[in-house]
């Protein structure tokens, strides 16, 4: 996006959907970061112009490095500089790297520039690590990682009441996009974004054996807030 304003270009951001591993490992049970809803929200607040969601599928795995760069940067999206990470490979069988697309950049007159390796206390930064340390309910490292807070967005729907009996009447948050990575069980210090104002809680993510619990729930106990107020409310 820099580049682009210092330049006087519009910036553009192409990611495709499904991930690539849903797609060619049909047992893969990969869970995303943000789900295409909160990327789209995310890369509007950074003054990204223009977000391209293009279609993964099988028969588009099969482009050749060359038809990839050509067919699609160049004779669609017309690029004259593009920013890309160092670990980049594309075209069919993962077979370019970032040389290829360099070397691609000057028979089609474009540059390249290169993101190098993003290290926070030497270790490198990457969506696996990232979604590692999701896994195992580290946020402080995952929100390292990110550079940013990370979130869930979902819709507040009814649920059993039994935290208002104790005293403590909780939000129950459905997520309905099942492809969203959620954090390890546990308890965690949240705050959220209710049409424009911000909230702090409590959330619980589990299956609360305490009260015979037998599946997994989000809830969010807010500080301060009136409950009749959340239902059927979008929070993020």
Same mark, same amino acid.
């Not at 959330?203 to 301060?224: A, C, D, L, Y």
């Given at each position: 996006? &820099? ?22 490992? &049909?047992?893969?049970?990969? &869970? ?24 993964? !599928? ?15 940067l160049v004779n ?29 950049g000057l028979d ?17 930064? !990457? !969506? ?35 935290? &208002? ?46 009260v015979s619990g ?23």
């Amino acid at each position: 996006m &820099k580049v682009a304003k210092k330049n006087n270009l519009c910036s553009i951001v192409l990611t495709f959907f499904p991930h690539p591993r849903m797609v060619l490992q &049909k047992d893969s049970d990969l &869970k995303m970061i943000d789900t295409l809803e909160e990327k789209q929200q995310f890369l509007e607040k950074m003054g990204v112009d223009v977000l391209i969601v293009h279609p993964f !599928s099988k028969a588009f795995s099969r482009l050749t490095a060359l038809e990839f760069t050509r067919d699609l940067l160049v004779n669609q999206l017309r690029i004259s500089q593009l920013v890309i990470g160092y670990d980049h490979r594309f075209g069919r069988n993962r077979e370019a790297t970032i040389d290829d697309l360099k070397s691609f950049g000057l028979d089609y007159n474009f540059t390249v520039d290169e993101i190098p390796s993003q290290d926070i206390e030497s270790i490198a930064v !990457s !969506s696996t690590r990232v979604r590692n340390a999701l896994n195992n309910g580290d946020l402080k490292a995952a929100n390292q990682f990110l550079g940013r807070p990370f979130g869930l967005t979902g819709t507040v729907v009814k649920g059993d009441g039994i935290g &208002k009996k104790f005293g403590f009447p909780t939000a129950n948050i459905q997520v309905k996009q099942d492809y969203k990575l959620r954090p390890q069980n546990g308890v965690y210090l949240v705050r959220s974004e209710l049409t424009g104002i911000e909230f702090f809680g409590m959330m619980n993510i589990g299956m609360r054996p305490t009260v015979s619990g037998k599946t997994t729930q989000t809830e969010i106990h807010f500080f301060n807030l009136k409950f009749k107020s959340l239902r059927s409310r979008n929070i993020s």
